[in-house]
């Protein structure tokens, strides 16, 4: 398929030698607006890839800071088209740093999975991560997001054996996300060494870069996790940086500069790992 | 308007990818997938061997009671002055509902497959109870997940699952209903995949479970029709059943459906009525969507954001349907139709009155819809109910409902 964002991310990183720093917030946490400013700010803090998040009413793949940070951005009113919207808007001033939807399905296929994919890819999509769509139903979104130039990232978690493992490869393009723990967001944290085994175990079988999320909480993680791998995700840990700063839910004027010192801290761990 | 094909059989779903038509299939994290792979593979291998078969009836019939009574309803069949009622009575089973055939399969796959620990959903408290009763005869640890709103209002069934071993789980999140406790359920399997079965209580969820738990209730349309011809020598007319995710009504209607002679009705809860929102009639007003697992009817936003529904019925409270009823309302085999809260309260009390039967609020949804039915129907003709549950968990719910102090 044609050459994304990501891919030419993870070209350049390669180049710096350099591991990815991947952020996860949700779209409209805690209102569309302080949403829109975090993520418009987080390249300059050393952010490579922005996961946007897709509230949804049920998330089940998801610990408590993320099905909080989901019911805060729906009660103010996020939808699909808003967060779709939100990328448009980030990508006026930024034409290179990848973001990456993730959610869950049900939201893409009540708006309608063609329009869905036409919509993003001219909003400034690079790739979707959909938590309830396993390689068995590849057909419905997986196969018409590739023609349409958007990558389909695929999760490998530790259930994932050398069985199944071609099964979630195929298909996958951008980076392979592995899950460093069998369960939910922001519970338990990994052990680094095993991750970085998983991590090597699935870099025999492709070529893509491989990054790993689920339970990274600071800079010193955020170190540990990228010795091992091509990068980094932090999602349940910046939510709860911006849980904690809201005021009876409302953004607060700590709200966004709180969200970059985690993220800055982040970085520095990251980079420590590659330096 | 396409008139859909009619299929050759409507008992031969799902295929192999789970899926009826567009509905059911597999949606799920990936970290559940092989779970679910070698789910089937194991039911596979069970459905195939003669040992499982014979297991489980012996446990039908020496624990549970099976086979449950067809019962012709005498003095209702006179008071409504029609079709004449028969109910099928698996409210007498051990644990006081249906939910117990479908847990005694599926406790002795969990025992087959070398799992540990099992887990659970519940609405009502009726699978709960029955999960408990079952981890507590086959020594497993049992969690079950319940929605706080539920735990409330069925305090007899927390009781006596707690009695039996179990360790409930209120679970906070949304209206703390049926869906919340289901995400929760999801949420525990996704973090002890080693060791852990999910019984899942409804013909819902990911391939291959509405398949199996349909298969595990078929043994009450099965009965039906033996005792059908026993009683009057032909098979009924109609058949009423209540539906929340639809775990009694497909095992009743499953043996049934290529019989198209038989006029086959699910009950929704109507709740407070469906110009509301609050109410659980997914198939009558919702929407295909993909929840839990597997695609099917379900209420819901613009937005696809999952709306809460409502019912004075526990186990009838959860937006959304097992697939295969999604697919039987789409090919038309099966008619759905809503209850409201205040008809399923006549109902229950009626029932109560002239046959000594204290029904289940989900059941007293069934023969609301009877006390609709019958009156128009020839006196010759027969209605099979499902009487799937007992009250006894409901008379705080219904006591209150109704202004009386106990």
């Given at each position: 398929m044609i050459e994304t964002r990501i891919d030419r991310r993870f070209v350049l990183l390669k180049e710096q030698g350099r591991t990815a720093l991947v952020t996860f917030v949700i779209a409209?946490?805690?209102?569309?607006?302080?949403?829109?400013?975090?993520?418009?700010?987080?390249?300059?803090?050393?952010?490579?890839?922005?996961?946007?998040?897709?509230?949804?009413?049920?998330?089940?793949?998801?610990?408590?800071?993320?099905?909080?940070?989901?019911?805060?951005?729906?009660?103010?009113?996020?939808?699909?088209?808003?967060?779709?919207?939100?990328?448009?808007?980030?990508?006026?001033?930024?034409a290179d740093t990848p973001i990456v939807l993730m959610g869950y399905y049900n939201p893409i296929y009540i708006y309608g999975n063609d329009k869905f994919l036409t919509d993003a890819k001219s909003a400034g999509v690079d790739g979707l991560i959909i938590v309830d769509l396993p390689p068995e139903a590849d057909e419905e979104l997986c196969i018409p997001a590739m023609k349409q130039g958007i990558n389909f990232i695929r999760l490998a978690t530790?259930?994932?054996?050398?069985?199944?493992?071609?099964?979630?490869?195929?298909?996958?393009?951008?980076?392979?996300?592995?899950?460093?723990?069998?369960?939910?967001?922001?519970?338990?944290?990994?052990?680094?060494?095993?991750?970085?085994?998983?991590?090597?175990?699935?870099?025999?079988?492709?070529?893509?870069?491989?990054?790993?999320?689920?339970?990274?909480?600071?800079?010193?993680?955020?170190?540990?996790?990228?010795?091992?791998?091509?990068?980094?995700?932090?999602?349940?840990?910046?939510?709860?940086?911006?849980?904690?700063?809201?005021?009876?839910?409302?953004?607060?004027?700590?709200?966004?500069?709180?969200?970059?010192?985690?993220?800055?801290?982040?970085?520095?761990?990251?980079?420590?790992?590659?330096? | 308007?396409?008139?859909?094909?009619?299929?050759?059989?409507?008992?031969?779903?799902?295929?192999?990818?789970?899926?009826?038509?567009?509905?059911?299939?597999?949606?799920?994290?990936?970290?559940?997938?092989?779970?679910?792979?070698?789910?089937?593979?194991?039911?596979?291998?069970?459905?195939?061997?003669?040992?499982?078969?014979?297991?489980?009836?012996?446990?039908?019939?020496?624990?549970?009671?099976?086979?449950?009574?067809?019962?012709?309803?005498?003095r209702l069949t006179k008071h409504l002055g029609g079709a004449k009622i028969y109910f099928k009575r698996d409210e007498l089973n051990h644990t006081g509902s249906h939910k117990i055939n479908n847990c005694l399969g599926q406790i002795l796959l969990a025992k087959r497959m070398g799992k540990t620990r099992i887990i659970a959903e519940t609405g009502a408290g009726q699978h709960g109870v029955a999960s408990a009763t079952v981890s507590a005869r086959f020594d497993f640890?049992?969690?079950?997940?319940?929605?706080?709103?539920?735990?409330?209002?069925?305090?007899?069934?927390?009781?006596?699952?707690?009695?039996?071993?179990?360790?409930i789980v209120s679970v906070t999140a949304g209206a703390g209903t049926l869906k919340d406790a289901m995400n929760e359920a999801l949420r525990d399997w996704v973090a002890n995949v080693h060791d852990t079965y999910y019984l899942i209580g409804t013909a819902a969820g990911p391939h291959p479970y509405p398949e199996l738990v349909r298969d595990f209730q078929s043994v009450i349309g099965n009965e039906v029709k033996e005792q059908m011809m026993e009683a009057e020598g032909r098979q009924p007319d109609m058949l009423v059943a209540c539906v929340g995710g639809g775990s009694n009504a497909i095992g009743l209607f499953h043996p049934f459906l290529d019989d198209t002679n038989v006029q086959i009705v699910g009950v929704e809860a109507g709740g407070k009525g469906l110009d509301s929102y609050e109410h659980c009639a997914s198939l009558t007003v919702g929407s295909p969507g993909v929840l839990h697992g597997n695609r099917t009817y379900l209420l819901q936003d613009t937005d696809g954001q999952i709306l809460e529904g409502h019912s004075i019925s526990a186990g009838l409270d959860y937006p959304?349907?097992?697939?295969?009823?999604?697919?039987?309302?789409?090919?038309?085999?099966?008619?759905?139709?809503?209850?409201?809260?205040?008809?399923?309260?006549?109902?229950?009390?009626?029932?109560?009155?002239?046959?000594?039967?204290?029904?289940?609020?989900?059941?007293?949804?069934?023969?609301?819809?009877?006390?609709k039915r019958a009156p128009k129907m020839d006196k010759d003709q027969i209605i099979v109910m499902n009487l799937c549950g007992r009250g006894d968990k409901d008379v705080f719910t219904v006591s209150k409902a109704l202004g009386v102090e106990i």
């Open positions: 409209g946490d805690p209102d569309m607006d302080t949403s829109l400013e975090i993520i418009k700010g987080l390249p300059g803090q050393g952010v490579d890839v922005i996961e946007l998040g897709m509230p949804f009413s049920d998330p089940m793949a998801d610990g408590p800071d993320i099905q909080l940070a989901g019911k805060r951005a729906l009660d103010a009113g996020q939808t699909l088209v808003k967060t779709l919207r939100m990328v448009r808007e980030f990508r006026k001033d930024d530790p259930t994932t054996d050398s069985e199944r493992l071609p099964v979630v490869l195929n298909n996958t393009s951008g980076f392979v996300y592995y899950v460093s723990i069998a369960g939910i967001t922001g519970t338990s944290t990994p052990d680094p060494e095993k991750v970085a085994n998983a991590v090597s175990h699935i870099k025999n079988k492709t070529e893509l870069p491989v990054v790993v999320g689920f339970g990274v909480k600071n800079g010193e993680h955020a170190e540990a996790i990228a010795r091992g791998s091509d990068g980094v995700v932090v999602g349940s840990a910046i939510v709860s940086v911006i849980e904690a700063s809201l005021d009876n839910g409302k953004a607060t004027d700590k709200t966004i500069s709180s969200v970059y010192k985690l993220v800055s801290e982040l970085s520095a761990g990251v980079n420590r790992a590659t330096a | 308007m396409n008139t859909p094909v009619e299929p050759n059989s409507y008992r031969t779903g799902p295929d192999e990818n789970g899926h009826f038509g567009i509905f059911g299939g597999r949606y799920v994290a990936e970290t559940l997938m092989p779970l679910i792979l070698e789910l089937e593979q194991a039911y596979e291998e069970a459905k195939n061997d003669p040992e499982f078969h014979a297991e489980l009836a012996n446990l039908h019939k020496h624990y549970t009671g099976r086979p449950s009574p067809l019962y012709f309803a005498e640890p049992c969690k079950v997940f319940m929605g706080k709103t539920d735990v409330e209002r069925q305090s007899p069934n927390v009781f006596r699952m707690k009695l039996l071993g179990a360790e959304g349907i097992g697939p295969e009823h999604s697919w039987l309302k789409e090919n038309n085999r099966v008619e759905y139709v809503p209850a409201m809260d205040d008809e399923a309260l006549e109902a229950f009390q009626m029932l109560s009155r002239f046959e000594g039967i204290i029904p289940a609020l989900e059941p007293s949804h069934a023969f609301a819809e009877v006390i």
